[in-house]
């Protein structure tokens, strides 16, 4: 079997391209097909299918899977019989389950919510915290300023 380094070397050759003019016209590293194809290192997926596109073979070509460049072949095809797709059993149909009274009509749970006393308490608080600060103090003032001037 081929492996994708000769493979490699073989387009570049009958290409007549030198390494570095390769990795330069990839804009790839300016090493990188050495290591490539001398085995030292593996080109990414992407690389693989820059190389791919670059000396139009498909990519089991490229990686020795295949002997010809214009087919997907890999050493896999015609490895299993061919069988009908899987096919997941039907779902039941969804069946909606009522809803709790308390949620049923928009906005209960947010209006019993607001008739809460503790939650009433806990928004009085920070309301008085916020107008308190120098910001609330600021649009009080603003705000007490625009009212007197209507009248």
Excluded: N
Aim: charged content about 25%; overall charge neutral.
């Amino acid at each position: 079997m081929v492996t994708m380094a000769q493979r490699l070397e073989a387009l570049r050759t009958e290409r007549g391209l030198s390494r570095p003019a390769l990795s330069a016209a990839l804009g790839f590293p300016k090493t990188a097909i050495e290591k490539f194809e001398t085995g030292r290192q593996t080109p990414t997926q992407d690389q693989q299918r820059k190389l791919a596109d670059y000396f139009s073979v498909t990519l089991p070509y490229l990686r020795g899977e295949s002997g010809d460049p214009a087919e997907g072949d890999s050493w896999l095809a015609g490895g299993l019989p061919e069988e009908e797709p899987l096919r997941a059993p039907a779902a039941p149909p969804i069946q909606k389950k009522p809803r709790p009274a308390a949620v049923q009509e928009d906005g209960a749970v947010f209006g019993a919510l607001l008739k809460s006393p503790s939650f009433q308490a806990l928004m009085r608080d920070a309301a008085l915290e916020a107008l308190r600060s120098p910001e609330g103090q600021e649009l009080l003032t603003k705000a007490l300023q625009r009212e007197l001037g209507r009248r």
